[in-house]
């Protein structure tokens, strides 16, 4: 059967994050390395509310199939969205998608031949590297600084002339918690402008800003060349599966070929469901709610970081999202780490795996929007005991 | 831009048949153009009870993230259902996607690399065509007979060894509606059973048998060479974007890795909202009822066919699904035909959609189960009238 299969699938592995989320599955676990937002704060009740109305007044077609595109009143919806934080486009430029992680994969398949060039911060979102991987790319990864990528090393890989995507997360990136200044967007476009590369601006967390300043949208610098992944997961919930994807009416006929091909369509019922919730309900009130409660749990983590964690380990303090980033003396692995926090009951992604090109071998990844703060004081207590342990 | 985007885009477009949908949306149009099944009979009270239990009783869960592979109890009553059918298969090798659509995708990645070959029916569903054909393959496409593929020339086609995937849709075809034969499957199987072509058997219809005998599955007789897609949509509803992929444990570890790639998971909300449906009532009575009605609407279409279409026209008499596939005198072209047709407001899909490498020209496909029997009448009659005049 294995010479049956596609060269690409050489290329691609399980994810190893899902691997390790197996070994967190153990409920004695505390867990700091799913990607989870907090359950607590689902709307299930307006939901609940939302279904029963979809399904009572207009059941048969919620049932059926429909548009490639999505539906319509959805996605006016999302571009009113846009259009309050200054992002002009409009109903016919969204595409609904499974989650923003569709989105990646219709781009990939619209935009990479085999051998083409990504341009990827570094680290980066590791499904993101999955996704593209399967069309059997380059990588160049820029070194993300604590604002943003590196403008030199950005020009040096636009020069290699071949990357047609830049894939970037610039709020509270997955997995660093880093945000782009505005400094540095201007930096990043001006050097995008000279060339035809394609930016994806990834945004899943941007809503979730705890504090500080919302950063206007690369759109606004680079228009057509700006592609925008958007999502309800963070923000409604991520069960449903519904993301967008916001491209200009060129790219955005290519995707809907792709879309078609890949599903059809995502989830109708769905879509009319959150449509309707968000018609019954303040989304914005609904978000300061979790905003409110992600930044009691990241300070309540930062703090217990400050007292426990040894010198020499230093650690982001994101604006907003879901993520911590730790990084460890030179020389520490925190793979080693891992296995001997989980035989402490306490868990984390070690940051190698978010490095497309190896690399990031003291660094890890901890997720505070999905503990409270008894379990987040007990892990990261453990935790701050184990790597103590290992730097003596 | 149009450089930018991938060679792939230049082989794979706009689906016709929703090109064709677009100008049957006119609501005095009587369309068998569509492939949808009647809503009449989605069971939405059903649904919305189920979804008012999953989302009362375990709603944070349903609303989270899941697993890849799909919500377990649900994977094994698709398990069991095979079972009942007299086919072998455990849930470790059933995969959720989002319809049976999503496994033709996910195969095509996991199992082509450009220049591969894949053999089709002649005619085959044209969504099929359209989701390996981003992978760049080969087609090879196998004249249908009246009961399933010529084995001579399916036989011709694996000596060209480059053939890793055999497409086909063995009960009531889309767009046929033709049923093989036991004595073909085995013929077929026979075939196959020297090489390592992969078989998959998409099945969206095999429940909706309403005259003649069950056939077997291909899996009988090819085991882990077969890869088995199904789907809810015809069974329950295509708006919740739910089906599988059945296949062995080999295959069934790549495909998750492409799922997880292509989406993480398909909408689990909607999985647990199936899962409670199917739970609390009585799959196989439901379906007995959408049998019954397709049946009537089936016979009354043949019937006033039979009355209404000149000589020299012929179709055939499907033993279930949704479609009818009508021949016309040679020479005559169905898409001429067409618009003829859409001026006397009826539609169809002229067959040549439905054709990889041409032909097809006086074929069309009629769907029958989306229609009452009151616009079937005025409809085909209509047809019947511009047959007439074209053939005159």
């Known amino acids: 059967m294995t010479r049956l299969f596609a060269d690409r699938m050489g290329c691609v ?14 409920p004695e676990i505390i867990s700091f390395a799913g990607g989870l937002p907090n359950p607590r704060y689902f709307p299930v009740q307006e939901v609940a509310k939302a279904a029963q109305k979809v399904l009572s007044e207009c059941g048969e077609a919620a049932l059926q199939y429909s548009t490639t595109e999505g539906y319509l009143p959805l996605r006016e919806m999302i571009a009113e969205r846009y259009a309050k934080r200054g992002v002009k486009t409009k109903a016919s430029e969204i595409l609904i998608t499974n989650g923003s992680q569709q989105g990646l994969d219709l781009l990939s398949k619209v935009f990479l031949n085999k051998g083409d060039g990504v341009i990827l911060e570094r680290p980066t979102y590791l499904a993101a590297i999955q996704s593209f991987g399967f069309f ?16 030199a090393a950005l020009e040096k890989a636009l020069l290699k002339d071949d990357a047609k995507l830049f894939y970037s997360v610039p709020n509270f990136q997955n997995p660093t918690g880093i945000t782009y200044s505005e400094n540095k967007l201007r930096a990043v476009a001006e050097k995008l402008s000279d060339c035809s590369t394609v930016f994806i601006e990834d945004n899943p967390y941007g809503d979730l800003r705890f504090m500080g300043e919302d950063r206007p949208s ?11 992944l958007g999502s309800f997961s963070k923000i409604v919930a ?6 967008w994807v916001c491209a200009c009416e060129e790219i955005m006929e290519k995707l809907i070929i792709a879309k078609q091909a890949s599903d059809l369509h995502s989830n109708y019922l769905c879509q009319r469901i ?18 409110k409660a992600y930044k009691e749990q990241r300070d309540f983590m930062v703090q ?4 426990t964690f040894p010198e020499g380990v230093s650690f982001t303090r994101p604006e907003g999202g879901m993520f911590l980033w730790v990084t460890l003396p030179e020389g520490m692995s925190s793979l080693d780490l891992f296995h ?3 035989k402490e009951k306490v868990a984390f992604v070690p940051g190698l795996a978010f490095y497309a090109d190896g690399g990031g071998s003291n660094t890890m990844r901890l997720n505070f929007s999905n503990s409270d703060n008894e379990r987040i ?16």
């Open 136 to 151: 059997e790319p380059k990588f160049h990864s820029i070194p993300l600084q604590e604002d943003g990528v590196d403008p």
């Open 238 to 243: 991520p069960g449903v599966r519904l993301g």
């Open 340 to 342: 001997r926090a989980i």
């Open 304 to 307: 217990t970081m400050q007292e």
């Open 13 to 26: 592995h399980r994810s190893f994050v899902r691997e390790i989320l197996k070994v967190t599955e153990d």
């Open 377 to 392: 004081f007990e892990g990261i207590t453990r935790l701050g005991k184990v790597i103590k342990e290992d730097a003596s």
């Open 218 to 228: 690369m759109k606004n610098f680079l228009g057509e060349s700006a592609v925008l």
């Open 274 to 291: 959150i449509h309707q919730y968000l018609k019954d309900n303040d989304i914005e009130r609904h978000i300061a709610k979790i905003r």
